[in-house]
């Protein structure tokens, strides 16, 4: 499951790891794409 910060409508549910890769986008690009500029608070 993937959302951003306070945005309940964000939510994004995968099945797996994959999935949720193929599925994120920030700012039109693939969360992949922009990995080293996301900051993780909590796991």
Do not use: A, C
Not at 10 to 39: A, H, M, P, T
Request: aromatic share 14%; proline share 0%.
């Amino acid at each position: 499951m993937f959302w951003k910060f306070y945005d309940s409508t964000s939510e994004i549910i995968g099945e797996d790891l994959q999935d949720l890769l193929r599925k994120v986008k920030l700012d039109n690009k693939f969360i992949k794409e922009v990995w080293e500029l996301i900051e993780i608070d909590v796991m």
